[in-house]
């Protein structure tokens, strides 16, 4: 079965300072996609980034980074310069197509609070 | 253009009533997806439709059904409410059935007396 792991409940990072939110996979599927969200305490959930399992590169979109390492399972989000507006609840996600359909499966998520 | 939109954005029921939450996709998108998100975890894929077809269900009981329609907009409907269904409850659309980017629309909140 497919799972994430996010190891943080809860990170604290100063303003313009860079943080790095860990997320580890499991999956015996050699595609499968990656996926970063956002929700702010309004509820919805904003999507960040994607990785491929195929991509040769790292995924980049604008201050925010995924440091995928393939070997290591792992797929951790890079957020530079941090911003007061930061602050909020990041879930980690994968692409799950067991037992039919196309959904996701995500993790148990990292609240980020940025400090002044 | 529009995101997805989902109404109502609260709702209070009792116990043993039934509930129906609306979703749009974003416009040009097929796919719909519903997730329920109780207080502190991560959100739980229950439905995808796709061409208004089900094409996948979650781990959640027969009281809990979705429907698309020809415009590509959903229908979740939950009988018989618990309590254990005051959640959050998510749509998400892609363009097509195979997710490479989901977009999500601000959810429902329910609340269960």
């Known amino acids: 079965a497919q799972k994430i792991t996010q190891t943080q409940p809860g990170m604290f990072v100063q303003e313009k300072e860079a943080v790095t939110l860990d997320c580890t996979y499991d999956t015996s599927d050699p595609s499968y996609g990656l996926f970063w969200y956002k929700q702010p305490s309004s509820g919805e959930m904003i999507f960040l980034i994607y990785?491929?399992?195929?991509?040769?590169q790292n995924a980049t979109e604008g201050r925010y980074s995924l440091n995928f390492q393939k070997a290591r399972k792992s797929a951790n989000l890079v957020i530079s310069a941090s911003q007061l507006g930061d602050s909020a609840m990041y879930f980690c996600?994968?692409?799950?197509?067991?037992?039919?359909?196309?959904?996701?499966?995500f993790g148990t998520g990292t609240q980020l609070k940025v400090e002044l | 253009d529009a995101g997805v939109t989902q109404s109502p954005t609260h709702l209070i029921k009792t116990r043993g009533q039934h509930v129906t939450l609306r979703c749009s996709p974003i416009?040009?998108?097929?796919?719909v997806s519903w997730y329920q998100q109780v207080l502190g975890q991560g959100p739980q894929f229950i439905f995808q439709y796709y061409e208004k077809e089900e094409r996948g269900r979650g781990n959640f009981p027969d009281r809990f059904s979705a429907r698309q329609f020809p415009n590509y907009s959903s229908e979740l409907n939950v009988n018989a409410l618990l309590l254990g269904d005051s959640a959050l409850y998510l749509c998400?659309?892609?363009?097509?059935?195979?997710?490479?980017?989901?977009?999500f629309g601000q959810g429902t909140r329910l609340t269960v007396v």
């Open positions: 990785q491929g399992s195929y991509d040769q």
């Open positions: 996600a994968m692409r799950d197509v067991t037992g039919g359909g196309n959904k996701l499966t």
């Open positions: 416009s040009g998108h097929k796919s």
């Open positions: 998400a659309s892609s363009l097509a059935a195979g997710l490479v980017e989901a977009f």
